[in-house]
């Protein structure tokens, strides 16, 4: 049963910590997304990923906020220097695109950070 | 910008009847929709999809309807069970080759024993 796993699944962490999530996308996957989940944002999209490559990372604050991917099996998502205000869920969900055709985005668990 | 929402917040049904939740969406260049289930304390997990070309999908319990002409979708859950309860997130991506989802801001759908 194939599915995107997120590691660490809950993070507490003091204002000013790095803080680096990780992401392992379901295998043969081309696209990886980060969303952010918070009660009075809902889920807003941080970046998205096609082969590796970043394709759209306007929601990400940039001062603060990098997202990569070192290889296929491998997303991160770090937030240096983390701010109370970053405290939500961030969850990662890969997919298969392949032209006009669209196919679901299957979501790992999320990672809860908490930033005091 | 351009965005996705939803009419309820939350929906309350007593097992066994339907359930319709509802949504609107503002691009008219979408493309392609997602119904998305999310149980507490784990990630969004995919429904039904609907593309624009259609106006009816149907799934095992669930239906898809889209009206492309209000710019309005639905999801109608047959005969609700309690394991139903959760947050329902309709979603969107217009056809641009630009394949992130816009999400609304979901409906709580609770089912009365």
């Known amino acids: 049963d194939a599915r995107v796993t997120q590691t660490p699944r809950h993070k507490v962490t003091e204002m000013g910590q790095e803080v680096t999530m990780r992401c392992q996308p379901i295998l043969g996957h081309n696209t990886v997304f980060w969303y952010r989940q918070t009660m009075m944002q809902g889920l807003e999209l941080l970046a998205y990923?096609?082969?590796?490559?970043?394709?759209?990372d306007s929601g990400m604050p940039k001062d603060r906020f990098s997202a990569e991917m070192p290889d296929a099996t491998l997303a991160t998502l770090k937030i240096q220097p983390s701010e109370p205000r970053d405290s939500a869920v961030y969850f990662c969900a890969s997919g298969l695109v392949l032209g006009k055709a669209t196919y679901e985005q299957y979501f790992g668990p999320g990672t809860r950070l908490t930033v005091t | 910008g351009e965005s996705v929402g939803l009419h309820l917040p939350t929906l309350s049904v007593q097992e066994g009847d339907n359930s319709i939740i509802n949504c609107a969406y503002s691009?008219?260049?979408?493309?392609?929709f997602i119904w998305y289930k999310q149980e507490s304390g784990k990630g969004p997990q995919f429904i039904i999809d609907?593309?624009?070309?259609?106006d009816k999908r149907q799934g095992q319990r669930v239906t898809v309807l889209l009206n492309k002409t209000v710019k309005h979708l639905s999801l109608q859950i047959a005969a609700t069970q309690p394991g139903d309860s959760a947050v329902y997130f309709c979603a969107e991506t217009p056809d641009t080759g630009r394949r992130a989802l816009t999400f609304g801001s979901g409906t709580r759908l609770q089912v009365q024993p």
């Open positions: 691009n008219s260049a979408s493309d392609y």
């Open positions: 609907i593309r624009s070309n259609m």
């Open positions: 990923f096609r082969n590796r490559a970043p394709l759209d």
